[in-house]
């Protein structure tokens, strides 16, 4: 729930094991506890889409879980993320945006040591869109009072052996008909792409063909569609930048159009989703679908620079249940 920092306090005080999402002016005045943190004052809250500064959204771990560790993971350390991960559990991961180990995750959590086999979900800290220039994103260490923005933050969960995490993406997008486009090489930003196997420029063929941007490329990644949204199209030095890299050899079209983008989205949310511990929706969504002051069926959660459900995401839903076995 989105709650005052008064009512924080008293969860962690509780000695409740919790992760929070805020502004840093209202993360730094948390008292030292079982918490991690990352900062972003957009949310999705039990009262529908809402801004703040000084609120805080809170999700729980489950009292009944055997065993919570709290662990740092820069550019040298973040591939050994799923190996340090309990045999049954999950781990939520927090990574400040644009920091060096946002991008080594984004190009090379695919391809870490037992990735895919425990569950991770997580997501890219933010700041208010109109600080993005002079402010850095952050992620918090409750338990030592530590603030870094250049460093990822995970909360390795071990559960009961009658539980087990399991984590979901909701998303919008599938593959349209249209052209096949793959890329040379992968990374944030391309100039050329082939086009149906025809060397084009992207930025060119953006252009050039009128493309709505707010339609991401979509890749079929055996039957589980994942996808890369444009950051911005340089008609200039016509260089295309992403919201998340794109791999080399990997089949991409854009997304089939919305007819109607807030009531599709909407309607792609179950009301029937229950014992949820952890959610986060993304920036695009928020911002596409003009979620301030509107529900996403039962789903809360903070609104992200990106998701994490194993590798990075964008303009998803992400979110992690916990069922018996």
Request: aromatic letters at 10%.
């Amino acid at each position: 729930m989105l709650m005052s920092l008064e009512e924080v306090v008293q969860r962690i005080e509780q000695k409740e094991w919790l992760v929070l999402a805020g502004s840093e002016k209202v993360l730094e005045k948390l008292p030292r506890g079982h918490w991690i943190g990352g900062t972003i004052p957009y949310f999705i809250g039990q009262d529908g889409g809402e801004e703040s500064d000084s609120k805080i959204f809170v999700q729980s771990i489950p009292e009944n879980h055997e065993q919570a560790e709290v662990c740092f993971y820069d550019t040298e350390t973040i591939a050994s993320i799923a190996t340090d991960a309990p045999d049954n559990g999950f781990t939520l991961l927090l990574i400040p945006a644009t920091s060096q180990v946002h991008l080594d995750y984004a190009a090379n959590a695919p391809e870490y040591d037992d990735m895919f086999l425990k569950p991770i979900a997580g997501w890219i800290t933010g700041v208010h869109l109109d600080d993005l220039e002079t402010v850095s994103p952050k992620v918090f260490n409750g338990e030592t009072g530590k603030v870094k923005d250049d460093q990822a933050i995970a909360l390795h969960v071990k559960l009961p052996t009658h539980q087990m995490a399991n984590i979901e993406i909701i998303n919008l997008f599938e593959q349209g008909e249209g052209d096949i486009i793959t890329f040379p090489k992968k990374g944030f930003s391309a100039t050329d792409a082939l086009i149906n196997g025809q060397p084009t420029n992207l930025a060119d063929y953006i252009t050039q063909n009128n493309i709505d941007t707010k339609l991401p490329l979509v890749a079929d990644y055996s039957g589980a569609m994942i996808n890369v949204s444009f950051k911005n199209i340089d008609t200039v030095n016509k260089v295309t930048d992403f919201y998340a890299p794109i791999f080399e050899d990997i089949e991409y079209r854009l997304a089939a159009p919305i007819d109607d983008y807030q009531r599709e989205f909407q309607a792609s949310v179950s009301n029937d989703i229950e014992q949820i511990t952890f959610s986060c929706n993304c920036i695009l969504n928020y911002l596409y679908s003009d979620l301030k002051g509107k529900k996403t069926a039962n789903i809360t959660g903070p609104i992200t620079f990106g998701e994490i459900a194993y590798q990075l995401l964008n303009q998803t839903l992400v979110y992690l249940n916990i069922e018996e076995t």
